[in-house]
């Protein structure tokens, strides 16, 4: 799961990024309005961890305009304003969430699981295709013909979770790039091309009769050999 941090501190926004990450969230950081609706606005977020005052646009600016560009990211805002005025104005902009600072680590990780449950996301923790069982827990790969079990680096993992969250649909090598590597990164053609080998060899591995196929000029998709 992929999480936007839009918080100017910069020590606070460092230490909320690194508890999330300890949680295997996939997390961007930016430390003004102006750039966390430039990259939320994107759409390949699950959630937003959003700030009040901001600079170049405030909190309520971005998440207004966001949802009048119809992007339905659950939002969690985290302010140190903590008058129910200002909670009112949030939820009414469309925030799905307020939580005042200070915070507590497990609230808070709580509060991001909550929102995401009212969006009608299930935080799996497996995942199947065909012959092949992806343990997002352990990072392991195993099929279930020949029970034979191989684990995934965090890219490889990145990338077989998206294909897996969207069978047989052919997935754009831009995409990928965006998902996994981040909204701003300088990863090319070729990062996916390495990773997508890697993938391959992990499931020839495993004995699995699921492939990943190439279509040129469009992407990639995941495919059960034996259909």
């Known amino acids: 799961m992929r999480i936007l941090v ?26 003004d309005g102006k750039d966390g609706y430039s990259f939320a606005k994107s759409g390949i977020y699950d959630c937003i961890l959003l700030d009040i005052m901001l600079p170049k646009m405030d909190g309520y600016e971005v998440c207004r305009a966001l949802r009048n560009e119809r992007i339905s990211t659950p939002i ?27 915070f507590s680590t497990s609230e808070l ?29 352990t990072c392991e ?30 997935i754009s090598k831009e995409e990928i790039i965006t998902k996994v590597w981040g909204y701003d990164s300088d990863a090319g053609d070729s990062n ?20 990943i196929i190439v279509h040129k000029k469009l992407g990639y998709r995941i495919e059960d050999s034996n259909d």
Do not use: W
């Open 109 to 137: 990780l709580a509060r991001i699981r909550s929102i995401c449950r009212r969006k009608g996301e299930v935080i799996l923790t497996k995942m199947t295709f065909g012959d092949i069982t992806y343990n997002i827990d």
């Open 192 to 211: 996916v091309e390495t990773y997508i080998s890697f993938l391959r060899k992990k499931l020839q591995f495993v004995l699995s009769s699921t492939e």
């Open 141 to 170: 790969l195993s099929c279930t013909k020949s029970k034979s079990v191989v684990r995934l680096s965090y890219k490889e993992s990145e990338i077989l979770k998206l294909f897996l969250s969207k069978p047989g649909v052919i």
């Open 76 to 102: 969690l805002i985290l302010s140190a304003k903590d008058s129910v005025q200002n909670k009112v104005q949030g939820l009414d902009l469309g925030a799905d969430d307020y939580m005042t600072k200070p």
């Open 6 to 31: 839009i918080e100017d501190n910069i020590g606070l926004n460092d230490a909320i990024s690194e508890i999330l990450r300890q949680e295997k969230y996939h997390v961007d950081s930016v430390f």
